[in-house]
């Protein structure tokens, strides 16, 4: 009998991000922190809001893109309530959550175990611009069975490398239910 795992992630679209993209991204992260622009927090992740935000729109602009979605354009002072998007997925009615980094080798999904998590689904989106990577999906039931880890930053998060997550399904088994 074999010992060797075949990896889970064989599925894994790379492609390159549109300018037109690019530059919805960018007006609307700029809106977005106008939304912010009086709101005091600290830099608790080592990287600048402004950074981490583009790059949290980039993942779900890519993923909506790749998925033909609309993407929730709604300027929320809140945020999602951690839903991006709500779609039919093989026959099955979900909600996701995109989580971005801005690694394309070997990256880790991070989900912050401090907050309550609603979504059905994380989706890992890798995105150096212009280059993207959708890098496979779990459900948030296996997610929060991961042993929570602290950053460096101090927070607590389910670390899960990307190695195992599941293949990202074929751009016609994911369809609209409704934009969140």
């Known amino acids: 009998m074999s010992t060797i795992q075949p990896t889970l992630c064989d599925f894994r679209p ?35 809001y402004e950074e981490t935000d583009e790059i949290g729109v980039l993942g779900e602009a890519t993923f909506g893109d790749y998925y033909s ?13 951690g839903i991006d998007f709500a779609v039919n997925w093989g026959g099955e009615d979900v909600t996701i959550d995109v989580k971005s980094t801005k690694y394309l080798t070997d990256p880790h999904l991070l989900v912050r175990a401090e907050k309550e998590h609603v979504a059905d689904r994380f989706v890992l989106v890798g995105v150096d611009y212009p280059d993207a990577v959708l890098f496979g999906w779990l459900p948030r039931e296996t997610v929060t069975n991961y042993e929570p880890t602290e950053s460096r930053y101090g ?22 239910q409704e934009t969140v």
Not at 20 to 38: G, P, S, T
């Open 14 to 48: 790379e492609f390159t991000i549109s300018e037109d993209i690019a530059d919805f991204v960018k007006e609307h992260v700029e809106a977005r922190n106008q939304l912010h622009e009086h709101h005091t927090s600290t830099n608790t992740w080592g990287v600048e």
């Open 155 to 176: 927070h607590l998060n389910y670390r899960v490398h990307n190695s195992d997550l599941r293949p990202m399904p074929h751009p016609d088994t994911i369809t609209s």
């Open 69 to 81: 979605l609309s993407m929730d354009t709604d300027l929320r002072p809140e945020g999602d309530d």
